[in-house]
């Protein structure tokens, strides 16, 4: 939802209490935490937690993916997720007739993209890793997707995200702001990864950044920017080229898709946006709803466009959209200053020298 400053200005002036309330809560779990009043697990393999310290929007996703595809032909792995917003509970490992309504709209993409690759989710990590080791006892290494303020489980690697332009230095408590766990949280990443960069960050806007994040000496800091890919089509897998004599109705439910619209805004020739909430659960009413906007727009060359996260959620319609030009955009972060090879090093690195907690003198 837009709002004009002044309104959001009021919205979180009443709401700042709430945010120190909530503060109080989370700050109070943590020292729970690293007092060990509250216990955490560690397991005999390499657990890489992804995640972050604000709600939604920094690309958790695509950096998951990206480590699939880096690790996925070199070691036995498999995706550990929450699976937000679907319709069943405990853990549930992904399979042939698996949907997003049964395991959620990420890690159905994860499924999708990657079939060779074990998916499973669970509220409770901490049950269901044992439960995921059972089902592939012969996982070398799992990716916790969304856990890094999830404590019960201490993953071995930890990779923070923080969008450029909303860095968690800069940003406030719940619901006044948008994070969910404490600044000084950011200590307990291994790697750090500002993300959604522009193309043209320079070296002193980098060092800059840097600075301003503060990390510890072991701590690893990386910027990335998003690379979209070519658009295919939602059933047929066909793929288009987006020019600027087309025209665009665009269909999110994701948390911030201002990149995508700014990139869009250089690429068509103009585009016309439906948002939903983001994890939307979308109905044929909007399906239909979507078509009447698209047969609205008077120029011939237009198409609809989705991201990879929404069309999981929109292809239980694939009958109805079998002859519609319905595209899908995929997306994959870019490392900036060619730093690529060092962060791949890192995390091949980390799981071959890897040692459990028994031999390694775990805390």
Known sequence: MNFNFPLLRTIRILLFPLSLLYAL?????????????????????????????????????????????????????AVLSRGYKRKTRGYALAGAYTTALDIGDEPMQFHSKFPEVAVAVGEERIVAIPQLLHDRPDTRAIILDDAFQHRAVRAGLNILLTDYSNLFTRDWWLPSGDLRDAPGGYRRADIIVVTKCPESLTEDERRAVKAEIDPLKHQQVFFSSIQYGQPYHITRGTATV?????????????????????????????????????????????????????????????????????????????????????????????????????????????????????QAGGE
């Open 25 to 77: 809560v989370v700050i109070l779990r943590n020292w729970c935490y690293d007092k060990k009043i509250l216990a955490s697990a560690q397991f005999n393999l390499p657990i890489i937690c992804v995640g972050n310290l604000a709600v939604g929007g920094t690309g958790k996703s695509p950096m998951v993916e990206l480590l699939i595809r880096m690790l996925k032909d070199r070691f036995e792995i």
């Open 242 to 358: 987006i020019n600027d004599k087309m025209e665009v109705l665009l269909v999110t439910g994701i948390a911030n898709p201002a990149p995508l619209k700014k990139w869009l805004n250089d690429k068509a020739g103009s585009f016309y946006e439906l948002a939903y909430s983001d994890h939307h659960i979308f109905t044929i009413d909007d399906l239909n709803y979507m078509i009447r906007r698209y047969n609205n727009i008077a120029e011939p060359n237009k198409i609809i466009l989705t991201t990879e996260k929404d069309a999981v959620r929109l292809i239980k319609f694939r009958q109805e959209l079998e002859d519609w030009p319905f595209y899908v955009l995929p997306i994959e972060p870019r490392f900036l200053f060619s730093e690529q090879p060092r962060f791949t090093d890192l995390i091949i690195k980390f799981i071959t020298n890897f040692k459990p907690p028994d």
